[in-house]
């Protein structure tokens, strides 16, 4: 049976449209509400990953990027890029009832985050660390880890936000390569049967079609352990993708096999359908959002 929410989904992907032509309006949730679907309160599970490029970008930034994740209202956001603690202070607390998490270990002045609905998400903030930071070769910009348990079902899963290695050159390549071998490796070994989501701008497509490119085989390869959920979105038409403007998808959510029975669907959200200035204030990434049914 098709779920409610995904008949909503379809209906705005057919809706498109726009919705601003002035740059300086203010966009209100039911602007977004014409192309963004907005989940509620129910035991299902949304976890999103979101490069917010090096938020906040502009004065009204933080305003629309509110307005925005307040309707989208999933119960975990992973952010990527963001400048300073304070501009994630301020968005929380433009977002009635959601706490954050930052990373104080900032690669080129850009750090990693969570948003948490707290009403849906208890974090467990005895679990909450940054991975490799002896390791900024591999990974620039220290993985964060985040424990969370999901008040309606009351499964506990662990978060990892990743930000890898970006630009196409062979050195880069390798880089994230070895960083997706090292994390696997932890991941095996210190989280073999637990729940684990890696989410985050993992700067490299998934499903090439040169095996020799595909730097995250290793995963791919043990699929009786990991998938990528939003894979069925790597191979999809370019405008399902995550980074527009290249256009590519970079934006993943790997899962343990822990996961695999309750994953529903994933999909790409694509503001920009309808707030035509959307990558002025906003992202040039578009957020990728995955729903476990718990129920």
């Known amino acids: 049976m098709i779920k409610p929410y995904l008949l909503v ?24 509400s014409d192309c963004v679907v907005s989940f509620g309160q129910n035991k299902n599970f ?30 975990v956001i992973a952010l990527q890029e963001i400048s300073n603690e304070g501009a994630l202070i301020e968005l929380a607390d433009k977002m009635d009832g959601w706490e954050y998490v930052f990373t104080t270990e900032p690669s080129y002045n850009i750090s990693l985050g969570y948003l948490i609905k707290m009403t849906e998400v208890e974090l467990l ?29 009351g499964v506990e899963t662990i978060l990892v936000n990743l930000h890898l290695k970006a630009m196409g050159d062979d050195e880069s390549k390798r880089r994230r390569r070895l960083a997706s071998q090292k994390l696997k490796e932890y991941l095996d070994a210190r989280h073999p049967d637990d729940f684990v989501i890696v989410l985050g701008d993992y700067n490299d497509e998934l499903d ?14 043990d699929s009786a352990n990991y998938r990528f959920a ?31 029975e ?7 959200v694509r503001p920009d359908e309808c707030f035509n200035y959307y990558e002025d204030y906003i992202s040039d990434h578009r957020p990728v959002v995955t729903v476990f049914d718990l129920d």
């Open 125 to 153: 903030e005895d679990d909450t660390r940054v991975l490799f930071e002896d390791d900024d070769w591999r990974f620039p910009r220290a993985p964060l880890v985040v424990k969370v348990k999901h008040r309606a079902s």
């Open 208 to 221: 090439e079609d040169n095996p020799i490119d595909d730097v995250f085989s290793n995963f791919a390869d």
């Open 262 to 268: 309750y994953h529903d669907t994933t999909w790409t």
């Open 9 to 32: 989904f379809f209906a705005l992907v057919m809706l498109g449209g726009s919705c601003d032509n002035e740059a300086d309006k203010s966009i209100t949730g039911k602007s977004f």
């Open 46 to 75: 949304e976890v999103v990953t979101f490069n917010i490029k090096n938020f906040p970008r502009k004065n009204n930034t933080i305003m629309h990027t509110a307005e925005f994740l307040g309707h989208l209202n999933a119960d």
């Open 230 to 260: 939003d894979m069925s979105v790597a191979r999809a038409g370019e405008e399902y993708w995550s980074y527009p403007d290249w256009p590519s998808h970079l934006d993943h959510i790997l899962i343990t096999d822990e996961w695999f």
